[in-house]
């Protein structure tokens, strides 16, 4: 089923409200944000206030040979704090330990930090940066995945591998031999910065018991929570950890605010003052996590019909100096290397290499775009092989429900993969534009071989492509059970329901949502329902705001504390609850007779669940979302430009709790993975980004964003609220694809790397004017 937004108003009146789940109500935090109320972490000030700033590593690798203080600087009011004033272990605690807050003697990647100093004026502060000399040996660096494999010089173990997985199905070289065409390909991406419109910043302060507060622009409050317990050898009650209102994450806040706010509460510790760090715009882009690049070899094996039969995938991505979140990015682009496609032999090996470059982290679609990218590319390379329509293939091979992934995971509901193919392929008018576009492109090059150009003398030519992809909602395999969520509904002393919750407002709307699968639950409206603050001293750990799993797994959560909630308050009134205004009634009398009243639910994992974490072999997700993608371009053949025309996607997420935020969210997405695959590239020389500002990092703006045409489809998932699957990384998996098909549609070059930029594309077109 297709769904059309629908806006609904404020509710008039509180007895029997409308539904709340399917509507799109007024977003929560949206009038705050639009008026200017709303305070962001660079807006609070308190008493007797330093400012942070951050003395860097200007190498890629080397050795500390000596720091020194400028004498001619004025130091007084100048606080210092560098590796020994930390009580606690010289660590960023996450998935592991190896990467320090400061550097002692080595360092592993330009723009480390190596010393911190604070002042109680910003323009002081800056200064003393400058006041400070730090001499580095430097040693040979490693810069590049390819020398990263060569191993000649070895950063970590005896092969420069941080983490690898291995997935295998079936019998692959019998099924290469069963196969009628074999086609290879390699295919290239690079880094990509989230480019949140709130740079990274935290605010410590040393409270009189000796503890940590933290304030900050965050989307894992109780990560952040976890590091500073390791860092100051504190017990969890002594650290608290308060997310302010937060301009965007797109996975750039999951894992880096812990070493922030590591900085900030050292500083704090020290001069036992509070001290805010907020990076500009230079700093953030240079020294934080990006998207990790990655190179994909692709082999497959195909009857000449287009039947998959064999599959044999190796992916190497850049997990820089330390290995922060590489190994979950790195699994998840694994499990979905495959594609949403059937096989029955598959090989799929997966390798993060360490460079001397920054840690690389997560980002919006967390490693699928990645391998969705390479295996969607390679999908029409075949095509083009067999002479097939590239839907036609796709269709061929697509998952159907009683599939089977490469991890032996059986699809049992919920699978669109061929619904959201056709909904894409009939919406963009797929097979009439494929036929007019490519008559037209043929009849331009005949004009133009006789000298017959088009007004202005542009050579330009259409094209249109297609792509597929899936993504697995929630964490891998056991994760769920591991982060062992916990969320809570309780009564406000007004006798509001109240969420409980540390997952945080990003822009995406999550606190909005989650007022309405409670409100739905008990029988009210949004409106009535508050939202903690996720703040570690009130909201339990309900995980991370990451991986999909908001509105799934915790939302599920709160939509059982909802049933539960109405439950004991009907059996206490002894009837049913009719609306906003009786449930006040009624939780007002409860209060005042029984006391609080507080919900709990924890994570359960479905009975039908198994996964073995040894063999990477089993249910990866309880299930996944699907989305196909049609893009139409121009490009122009003497400037290598490539103009976005339109975008057509359809995707499957269960159920639209809000229709106009999952377009928005649909939007948002797609309009990043076209960045991603046109026009961002982060530029390197001898290890540093050159290119870390918003002048020559080219991002797409409103004026580049195309006509972007959404279906929403929805088939239902048994175990999400109200039938809901994920929908924030799906639409960033799959334009990519649909782009490099586009371009080879319309210019005949086959792009085997992304950004295609205009350089790259003139290149390509000279290499096969070249062939001819």
Known sequence: MTRTPTRRARPKTTLRPQPAVGVSVPKRDGEEKVTGRALYVDDLKFPGMLHGRTVRSMVARGIIRRVEFDPAFDWNGVVIADHKDIPGLNCVAHLTEDQPLLAVREIEHADQAILLVAHADPERAQAALGAVRVEVESIDAVLSIEDSLA???KIRGADNVLK?????????????????????????????????????????ERTAEGGIVVRGSMQCPYFVHHALQRTFGLPPERIRVIQTVTGGGFGGKEDYPSLLAGHAALLAWKSGRPVKIVYDRLEDIAATTKRHPAVVRVRTGHRRDGTLVATDVDAVMDGGAYVTMSPVVLSRGALHAGGAYRCPNVRIRARAMATNTPPNGAFRGFGVPQT??????????????????????????????GDVTPTGQVLHESVSAVEVLDRTAERAGW?????????ENAAAERAERAGRFAPGGRRLRRGIGLALGWHGAGFTGGGEVRLNSLAALDLSPEGRPRVLAANVEI???????????VAERLGVSPDLVLVETPDTDRVPNSGPTVASRTTMVVGGLLEQCARAMRERLELFAERAL??????????????????????????QKPAHIVWNEETYQGDAYPCFSYGAVAVEVEADLDTGEVRVLRVTTAQDIGRAIHPLLCIGQIEGGTLQGLGWALLEEVRWKDGRIWNHQLTNYIIPTAVDAPPLDVLIVENPYSGGPFGAKGVGELPMDVPAGAVVAAVAHATGARMDEIPITPERLLRALDGREERR
């Open 151 to 153: 191993a000649r010089v």
């Open 164 to 204: 690898e997985y291995n997935i295998a199905r079936g019998d692959l070289a019998a099924g290469f031999a069963d196969a009628d065409v074999v086609v290879e390909g390699v295919y290239r991406c690079g880094h990509q910065e989230q480019l949140y419109l709130e740079n990274n910043g935290m605010i410590a």
């Open 372 to 401: 969705v990218y390479a295996m969607e590319s390679h999908m029409d390379r075949v095509a083009a092989e067999l002479g097939l329509d590239p839907l036609v293939l796709r269709r061929r091979n697509a998952v159907v429900v």
């Open 431 to 439: 097979a009439e534009k494929r036929r007019r576009y490519g008559r």
């Open 507 to 517: 822009g995406q709307g999550a606190i909005t949502v989650f007022t309405q699968m």
């Open 578 to 603: 009719d609306g906003d205004a009786d449930f006040r009634r009624v939780a007002r009398r409860f209060l005042a007779e029984r006391g609080p009243l507080r919900v709990e639910r924890r994570y």
